[in-house]
Antibody
Framework: QVQLQQSGPGLVKPSQTLSLTCAIS??????????WSWIRQSPSRGLEWLGR?????????DYAVSVKSRITINPDTSKNQFSLQLNSVTPEDTAVYYC???????????????????????WGQGTTVTVSS | DIQMTQSPSSLSASVGDRITITCRAS??????LGWYQQKPGKAPKRLIY???SLQSGVPSRFSGSGSGTEFTLTISSLQPEDFATYYC?????????FGGGTKVEIK
C-alpha cells in the first residue's frame, strides 16, 4: 500500500528556511493521476493546505496565496519524493507539517479531458516544526 | 476561498450514542467533501470521501450525507475508539480548505 515518510529538522531559526522531504512508496511522484500536497496544522490556523505538485506530461505546482511568496515544492523523480521549502520563517510558521497524496481520475468527453481529485487519502506521519531562536 | 464552517466545535457523548456533525460550505461544492478523524499525535485519517462514500476499512457505523453546501457525518453507535477530533475537507476548488474541527469527548 502507499506510504509517505517525512524527514527534516524539527527546529528552525527565525528568518531561515524550513525544509522537509516526503518519500513515497507504493506510488510514484510522477504518477499521471495522483497529486502530492503539503498541509500544516497549528492551534491558531487549524489545518491549512499549502500547495501541491503533480505530473501531467509536464510538472505543475499550485500554492496557497497565504504562503505563495515564500514556498517552493519540488518533485524529485530520482528518489521518488517531493519536498517543501518555506523561506523567511517566523514563529507563526510553527506547526505540524504533513505531506499527503491526493488521488485523481481522468475524465474525457470527446476531445476534452479533465482530472477529478478525491481529496487527500494517504498522509505522512507529520513533522513538528518549531520556529525559535 | 471556500469557507468551511463545522459544528459543533465539541460535543460530549456516551458509548452507544448516535452523533451527527455538520459542515457548511460558503458556496456550493457539489459532493466534493471528505471527513477525517484525527487522534492526538497522529495524522488525519480519511473516513468518507465524495460526501458519502465509505473509505475502505472504515467501520460501517460511519456515514456521510449531503451535497451543495450542507453536509453531515453520522456515527450510528459511538465506540470507545471513536473519541477523537473530526474534520471536513472541501476538494472542489483550490485552495483546499478544512473545517475547524469537532472534538468528540466521553460524557
Amino acid at each position: 500500500q502507499v506510504q509517505l515518510q517525512q524527514s527534516g529538522p524539527g527546529l528552525v531559526k527565525p528568518s531561515q528556511t524550513l525544509s522537509l522531504t516526503c518519500a513515497i512508496s507504493g506510488d510514484s511522484v510522477s504518477s499521471n493521476s495522483s497529486a502530492w500536497s503539503w498541509i500544516r496544522q497549528s492551534p491558531s490556523r487549524g489545518l491549512e493546505w499549502l500547495g501541491r505538485t503533480y505530473y501531467r506530461s509536464k510538472w505543475y505546482i499550485d500554492y496557497a496565496v497565504s504562503v505563495k511568496s515564500r514556498i517552493t515544492i519540488n518533485p524529485d523523480t530520482s528518489k521518488n519524493q517531493f519536498s517543501l521549502q518555506l523561506n523567511s520563517v517566523t514563529p507563526e510558521d510553527t506547526a505540524v507539517y504533513y505531506c499527503a497524496r491526493d488521488p485523481g481520475v481522468k475524465y474525457c468527453s470527446g476531445v476534452t479531458c479533465y482530472y477529478y481529485y478525491y481529496g487527500m487519502d494517504v498522509w505522512g506521519q507529520g513533522t513538528t516544526v518549531t520556529v525559535s531562536s | 476561498d471556500i469557507q468551511m464552517t463545522q459544528s459543533p466545535s465539541s460535543l460530549s457523548a456516551s458509548v452507544g450514542d448516535r452523533i451527527t456533525i455538520t459542515c457548511r460550505a460558503s458556496q456550493g461544492i457539489r459532493s466534493d467533501l471528505g471527513w477525517y478523524q484525527q487522534k492526538p499525535g497522529k495524522a488525519p485519517k480519511r473516513l468518507i470521501y465524495t460526501a458519502s462514500s465509505l473509505q475502505s476499512g472504515v467501520p460501517s457505523r460511519f456515514s456521510g450525507s449531503g451535497s451543495g453546501t450542507e453536509f453531515t457525518l453520522t456515527i450510528s453507535s459511538l465506540q470507545p475508539e471513536d473519541f477523537a477530533t473530526y474534520y471536513c475537507l472541501q476538494h472542489n476548488s483550490y485552495p483546499l480548505t478544512f473545517g475547524g474541527g469537532t472534538k468528540v469527548e466521553i460524557k
